[in-house]
């Protein structure tokens, strides 16, 4: 920021002082806050008081205030939550269930659940013990709010209220410029104080971008990336969980859309594929992988 633009809000920076501080090479914000108070009392010919009252100020506005190891520590403590998945064997698998600060991708062929267990995460969201709220953008327009009460229904013994539905913010976008665009406004809300969101969900992720890359490589990799920012942007910075629904390739075995070029987006990520030992029950088999790790754990049962 040049200092130009902080007057007059400050009306130390008159035109004259500016000319003074440019002598010395001091232009920018920056520039200011690296020197010490008494050089820049020495400039501008202005008391100790009165410079120093000024970097205070700057300091806390656009730097920030500090805190101590341990205000971090606490804040990131209370700001977790952990939402069950609807599945015990899966929960289990997942020490406990979805965390904060990490990024879940879900994959597997057509028809094995993945959208089901989406709804299936943000139940669990709007029932969690804490007043939390869940984000879900969809790209497909696959989103079935009967299918979303019933499994409210079912969860609160029939006994779930339907406007608990309304902690769960729907966000439908088609194309990957307006998924951008939708994770970013996620991202802002996620700032403001009043904010209840903890959980945002992507179903489906891969479904705008995989014509792009057909057609313009490059231009797909850029995307990519827009994306893949803001996805972590929003599970760390903003201590939320993000689960993300991924379609599926098959080279030889079932694998997440786009192979290597999501290769770094997921901590963990959910295989789903039907179980054939299994087939009258409807239940799946779950794979959970943490992502830059060889070990595998494997749920049997989760339906």
Known sequence: MHLNDLYPEYPLFTSDNLRKLRAFHITTLSDLLAKDCEKIVNILDVSYTEVNKLIEELSLKYCGSTATVFDIYQKRT?????????????????QGGFKTGNIYEVFGCAGAGKTQLC?????????????????????????????????????????????????????????????????????????????????????????????????????GLSFISEISQ???????????????????????????????????????????EHNDTAVHTGSRKVTVTPCGTIKKQESRQCS
């Open 230 to 272: 803001e996805i972590h942007k929003i599970s760390s910075s903003r201590a939320c969980v993000m689960v993300v629904n991924n379609a599926r390739i098959r080279e030889g075995e079932i694998q997440p859309a786009m192979g290597k070029l999501w290769s770094n987006l997921a901590n963990f990520r959910l295989k789903l």
């Open 119 to 219: 709804f299936s995460v943000a139940v669990q969201g709007i029932l969690h013990e804490k007043n939390v709220e869940v984000a879900y953008v969809d790209t497909k327009n696959d989103l079935a709010p009967e299918r979303i009460l019933q499994i409210l229904q079912r969860r609160a013994n029939g006994n779930g209220n339907v406007a608990l539905l309304k902690k769960i913010h729907v966000y439908k976008c088609f194309d990957v410029e307006e998924l951008i665009i939708i994770l970013r406004l996620i991202s802002e809300r996620l700032k403001q104080k009043q904010n209840l969101i903890r959980l945002v969900i992507v179903d489906n992720l891969a479904s705008t971008i995989l014509g792009i890359l057909n057609q313009d490589f490059s231009l």
């Open 78 to 94: 209370q700001s977790n939550v952990e939402f069950k998945s609807g599945a015990s064997h899966l929960d289990s698998i997942l």
